[in-house]
Each structure stands twice: as structure tokens, then as C-alpha cells.
């Protein structure tokens, strides 16, 4: 079969994180997700209180980690390590601090925790998801470091690149702050992962078609995008009851998605086009639970549109 866009092996349009890390392991590798118990100060009160309208973390609020004991987090990865061992055993998996703000406190226990991680035999990489205001100077050389000798990827949120939706949805900062983080990591060369939702309140196609641009002119490694969808006990759930925010048709989503793929440069990865949310807490869309299908859908539209990622990619435009 003749891939259908130069990062594929197969019929995909765009550069799945399967492929990158097929290519770049010669094997098949897992993420497992691990969380080691990191703060967010969106919550703990250090610029914030309630987190973002979408968090669905309810666990009690932490603050800056102060570490995690061996033993803990050698159980922490035996789970992880059986996770993936069910998908395909023996293979290697990237460690993927996912939970909370993983550069949030005290660096000497989170540099412990990251090499402990990367010490382990079947351990390929790190991925670590942080907010930008959470990285400063001493950790962008840690992390620079560490990318010299491992894969490793650092996860930032944004969502969004207007500071009156940032600003409604609780996010609890700018898009300025956001690009003093980036900018940190970027400049000493580390694997930089932008995270995008759609459909946040009041904002339409071409907002997020915009922040779209934006993010692929950042010229991240990988992105993330997906809707935003609604889940009890969030902030977002009580704004969609009193009709102050609605989930996007699935059709719109593909729409307005298959934009955003052209507006990325051909080599950035994408880990994830769909949402994540729990099933059992779920509202709507309820679409959105059937990733399969969603992902089908984009692919069916790349195709009828003759499409692929980048095509709509400017390189000569520099935002830096
Ligand atoms: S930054 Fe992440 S963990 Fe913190 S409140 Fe927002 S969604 Fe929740």
C-alpha cells in the first residue's frame, strides 16, 4: 500500500504518535500513565482555587510535591509496566507523568523521581505533563538535561490562545505566561507537546482554527487536541446546565479538526485527536465516547477533501 502522507505507513493523513515511535524505537511502544501524586497551583491556591471549569480532578488538592518513596514509586511502576505487559508483552513504554503539574515543587525530589523512572530496564523515554508557569530556569536546564539523554517530552497545556476564554474558563493564566514557559524549554532544544481543546464556551470555528495556526507556528514535537466534553461534578457540567456552554456535533468537530490538521507542520506528532473522558461520568457529547468512529470520520474527510497535514501549514511564517 502507498501511504497516503509522507509520515504514515498506511492510510492515515496525518503523523500518529504510533508511527514517530515505531520509526524511532524500530518496535512498538506503550505510554503508560503514572501519577506520582503532583499538585496544580490552579488548585491549591497558588493562582487558583477551583481549577479549570473542565478539571475533573476531584482528588482533595495538592500542593508542591515533595517527593514520592522509593517504594511507592516502584509500585507505581509495576502497575504501569503490567498495563502496558497486557497491550504487548515485553515492550518498552515511554513513563508518562501525567496527573497534576509534574515540575510543580521541589526539584531535587521530582529530578529523583525522573531518574528512578528512566533507571528501569523496559523504561524508553519520559513524558511529562506540566503547566507552563510551572517551569522557570532551574527546571528548563533539568530538563534539558535529561532530553540529552533520554526521549523525553514535556506536555503544556494551553487550550486555548485567548487570554477572555483562558480567563473564563478558570485556567489561571495568559497566553503570555504560557510562551515564557514554551519559550524556556524551546530555546534549550527539549521535545515540547501542546495541548488544545475545542469547543470551549463562547468560542467559534475560527477562534479555534486560530489558536490552531498558532500552536503549529510554535513548531511543537506533538500535539493534543480534543473536545471539550462534560462530565459530573465539573464546573463546565453547571454552566452546561444553565445553558452556558454546549458540546460541539460530531460533525462540526471533523470539520473544524481537519482544519487544525492542515494548519500543523508535517513532522509534528499527533498524539491524540479525541477525548478521553470517563465513561461512567459522562454528560455529553456522547460521540465522543466512541473514539473508533471519530477517528474514521477524520479520516473519511481528509480523504474527501483530498487533505493531509500541513497542507495549509505556512512555513515561512516565525511567531518567535
Ligand atoms: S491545570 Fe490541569 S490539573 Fe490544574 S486545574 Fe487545570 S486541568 Fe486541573
Known amino acids: 500500500m502507498i501511504p497516503a502522507f509522507e509520515y504514515s505507513d498506511d492510510n492515515k493523513r496525518y503523523h500518529t504518535y504510533g508511527c514517530y515511535l515505531k520509526h524511532r524505537f524500530g518496535q512498538r511502544v506503550f505510554r503508560a500513565a503514572m501519577d506520582i501524586g503532583a499538585g496544580c497551583p490552579n488548585r491549591c491556591g497558588e493562582c487558583g482555587s477551583h481549577g479549570c471549569v473542565f478539571c475533573s480532578d476531584g482528588r482533595t488538592p495538592r500542593g508542591r510535591f515533595t517527593g514520592i518513596s522509593d ?12 498495563r502496558t505487559g497486557s497491550k504487548a508483552e515485553g515492550a518498552p ?3 508518562y507523568l501525567q496527573a497534576g503539574s509534574n515540575t510543580f515543587g521541589d526539584i531535587a ?4 523521581v525522573y531518574r528512578r523512572l528512566l533507571s528501569y530496564d523496559n523504561v524508553a523515554g519520559l513524558c511529562i505533563a506540566t503547566r507552563a508557569d510551572c517551569i522557570d530556569g532551574q527546571y528548563a536546564e533539568l530538563l534539558a538535561g535529561l532530553s540529552r539523554e533520554t526521549y523525553l517530552t514535556v506536555e503544556l497545556g ?14 489561571g493564566h495568559t497566553l503570555g505566561q504560557f510562551m515564557q514557559g514554551y519559550e524556556l524549554l524551546r530555546e534549550r532544544g527539549v521535545n515540547l507537546g ?33 473536545d471539550l466534553y462534560f462530565e459530573r461534578g465539573t464546573a463546565i457540567a453547571e454552566m452546561l446546565s444553565r445553558g452556558e456552554a454546549a458540546p460541539m456535533e460530531l460533525d462540526e ?6 482544519d487544525q490538521i492542515e494548519l500543523m507542520p508535517p513532522e509534528t ?7 478521553d473522558g470517563d465513561r461512567r461520568k459522562l454528560i455529553a457529547p456522547e460521540w465522543s465516547l466512541h473514539k473508533i468512529l471519530v477517528l474514521n470520520e477524520i479520516d473519511k474527510e481528509l480523504a474527501a477533501r483530498d487533505s493531509f497535514q500541513g497542507k495549509m501549514f505556512d512555513r515561512q511564517e516565525n511567531v518567535f
Request: one cysteine or more.
Open 109 to 112: 525530589a521530582f529530578e529523583s
Open 194 to 226: 501542546v495541548h488544545i481543546i475545542n469547543g470551549l464556551p463562547g468560542e467559534t470555528h475560527d477562534m479555534m482554527r486560530e489558536t490552531a495556526r498558532f500552536v503549529g507556528q510554535l513548531r511543537p514535537h506533538c500535539v493534543k487536541i480534543h
Open 269 to 275: 506528532v499527533i498524539a491524540r485527536l479525541t477525548g
Open 93 to 95: 513504554f515511554i513513563a
Open 71 to 82: 517504594n511507592e514509586l516502584d509500585r507505581l511502576f509495576r502497575e504501569a509496566a503490567v
Open 253 to 258: 468537530y471533523v470539520s473544524v479538526i481537519c
Open 158 to 171: 494551553l487550550q486555548t490562545i485567548y487570554d477572555e476564554t483562558a480567563l473564563a474558563c478558570g485556567r
